[in-house]
């Protein structure tokens, strides 16, 4: 079964879960340089110093694995495709913002895959307001393939 039909949609962040993942990673390579600092220098109580951003390094994962099951079983966060365009939901589940394939004026991506931010970001223009602005988290998220897709079949180019 695929990702939007286990769910109900695919999955997107904002700029925001761009950056949270940046950090995390950030955050975790600080981390492991730090502990590999402790094991080559070995003070005293080097494991309780080498603990402690350990737990705070899992906390801080646990605490994301608790907010995407959160957002997965409110149907928050993704992009559903429909027969007359695509509507994208908040946090909470709710439709935070939608376009027609008739008010697509065309679509720009913009990809980032390295150590610290992996990411599509999708900026969809319309007709008469800002763009549509979707971020795909991961090397090779469904959304990719699927907006591509269905943009090819409305007649636009990425």
Request: hydrophobic residues 45%; charged residues 15%; positive net charge.
């Amino acid at each position: 079964m695929t990702a939007a039909g286990r769910s109900g949609g695919y999955p997107v962040a904002g700029t925001t879960g761009a950056l949270v993942q940046a950090g995390l990673r950030m955050l975790a390579l600080l981390i492991a340089v730090f502990v590999g600092a402790l094991i080559w220098i070995r003070p005293q109580n080097s494991v309780i110093k080498g603990a402690v951003p350990v737990a705070v390094l899992l906390g801080l994962y646990g605490l994301r694995l608790v907010w995407r099951t959160f957002l997965t079983r409110r149907g928050g966060g993704r992009c559903h495709f429909r027969p007359d365009g695509l509507v994208v939901t908040g946090p909470s589940g709710r439709i935070r913002d939608g376009v027609s394939w008739a008010n697509v004026t065309g679509i720009k991506r913009m990809s980032s895959v390295d150590l610290l931010m992996c990411f599509h970001r999708f900026e969809i223009g319309r007709r008469g307001t800002s763009p549509l602005v979707l971020v795909a988290l991961g090397a090779q998220p469904p959304l990719v393939a699927a907006l591509e897709a269905e943009a090819a079949r409305n007649g636009l180019r990425g």
